[in-house]
């Protein structure tokens, strides 16, 4: 107990050293990992999903900027639903979608909390098999973002951990973070952004 309450005060210190500053683009605020350390945060290595394969090419896309809106959102098209907690491993979760499939919300309920995931039967399931890897550049990127929502992963540092509003601006760090890339924004002479959702509820 006391070593969690000295975990707290020195990152509620750093929440409020970083916030009191006036040329963040973004804020930190105190969330359920505000009492855990680097040693307490098992943030899985994301990588290629195994069982899963991968196009053999880079896919790209042979279509005018006129077709590419300046910003997009899939959330104002219910297109995506609301942040399911998938742990620290979302990994797991993409095994099991290709192993074992996954039923809708009508037939299997999302209830949040840990429990075995025992397979379910007669029921209709969807399945992953396989994915496409995109070109490292903004444009392949924006364009595919603009025709569905984009499984990605980051490298994050550990005030991400933290972050509360604003555009994300931090260093890169040595830790995987699967996030889910759902609309960009920003004109040419603005700050462009991605819209991200996170797949840890905070």
């Known amino acids: 107990m006391i070593k969690r309450r000295e975990i707290f005060k020195k990152n509620l210190l750093y929440i409020q050293k970083f916030n009191s500053q006036g040329n963040n683009t973004y804020r930190l605020a105190i969330n359920k990992f505000a009492d855990m350390n680097n040693e ?6 994301q990588e290629e ?7 053999e090419k880079i896919v790209s896309f042979n279509i005018s900027e006129e077709d590419v809106p300046n910003s997009f959102d899939w959330r104002e098209h219910n297109a995506v639903s609301p942040v399911r907690d998938q742990g620290t491993c979302a990994q797991k979760a993409f095994r099991y979608v290709s192993q074992e499939g996954i039923a809708t919300e009508d037939d299997f309920p999302y209830e949040g909390v840990k429990q075995s995931c025992d397979p379910i039967e007669d029921v209709d399931k969807l399945y992953i098999d396989g994915y496409t890897t995109l070109g490292t550049d903004e444009w392949s990127l924006r ?44 004109e040419i002479d603005e700050e462009k952004y991605w819209i991200v959702m996170r797949l840890v509820e905070l």
Do not use: K, W
Not at 40 to 45: F, G, H, I, R, W
Not at 147 to 159: F, G, L, N, T, Y
Not at 177 to 184: Q, R
């Open 40 to 45: 307490d945060m098992s943030v899985c290595e």
């Open 143 to 186: 364009t595919a973002v603009s025709r569905q929502p984009v499984a990605a992963s980051i490298r994050i540092s550990e005030d991400f951990r933290y972050y509360d509003n604003g555009i994300y601006q931090g260093a890169c760090g040595n830790q995987g973070h699967a996030v889910l890339i759902v609309g960009y924004g920003g």
């Open 49 to 55: 999903p195994s069982g899963l394969l991968a196009s």
